[in-house]
């Protein structure tokens, strides 16, 4: 098994781009997260899906993100417009033993806004 | 609520030391999880232990769980310079997991 895909691994863009990140979980799993990571507040969940539908998006910081899974398959997290808060790593994670199982993380997307 | 704090939040120590590292959350769980992060990677799942368990072991792993003091410990035997990472435990009671900041564990040859 592959694993979750996240990519890209390493991007750096300036302020007010729009940053997409990108995530395959692993094949049957039907719950997938996605994490962001900062040295100041830890890992923090912005959303989670069940079945490709979003369950709880309350930890999404603001509406400059937004996060679709369109099929079982895929998933995106997108920042528009990015600023410099918002680097960070930013990990997808699925599991298919129930949102409080064990999650398999991907390797993550280290986003720098400058 | 932050369902996961571990302490300290670095540890040293030399190849063949044990490691102990605790957590304590706030609220009551349905299960109680460790993961490991090495540098630059993303989390990997260590083991599980659920709410009406006591203690478990895995490999040079041993968790136990006290849900009257709300804590729980790692203990890794006979460390490893491999074994040099960041530990998080991640606490879930009918929702999903919310991850503590970790400890740093450094293991020198």
């Known amino acids: 098994d592959a694993g979750v895909i996240q990519s890209p691994r390493h991007e750096v863009t300036e302020m007010g781009q729009e940053v997409t990140l990108r995530c395959k979980p692993i094949?049957?799993?039907?719950?997938l997260f996605w994490y962001r990571q900062t040295m100041m507040r830890g890992l923090e969940l912005l959303i989670y899906f069940n079945n490709n539908v979003p369950i709880d998006d309350s930890g999404m910081p603001e509406d400059r993100f937004s996060a679709k899974m369109p099929n079982a398959s895929f998933s995106t997290l997108k920042i528009q417009p990015s600023e410099p808060r918002d680097s960070a790593v930013y990990f997808c994670?699925?599991?298919?033993?129930?949102?409080?199982?064990?999650?398999?993380f991907g390797e993550g997307s280290r986003l720098t806004v400058l | 609520s932050q369902q996961g704090e571990e302490d300290p939040q670095a540890l040293s120590i030399q190849e063949g030391e044990n490691a102990t590292m605790n957590c304590s959350y706030k609220t009551s769980i349905n299960n109680l999880q460790w993961y490991r992060q090495n540098s630059g990677r993303g989390l990997v799942h260590l083991i599980l232990?659920?709410?009406?368990?006591r203690e478990k072991h895995s490999g040079r792993l041993r968790v136990t769980l006290d849900t009257s003091k709300k804590s729980s410990s790692l203990l890794i035997t006979a460390s490893r310079a491999a074994d040099t990472a960041s530990y998080f435990c991640?606490?879930?009671?009918?929702?999903?997991?919310?991850f503590g900041k970790g400890t740093m564990l450094l293991v020198s040859p």
């Open positions: 094949s049957g799993h039907n719950s």
């Open positions: 232990i659920r709410s009406n368990e």
């Open positions: 994670a699925s599991t298919g033993t129930g949102v409080a199982g064990e999650l398999f």
């Open positions: 991640a606490g879930s009671g009918y929702s999903t997991l919310t």
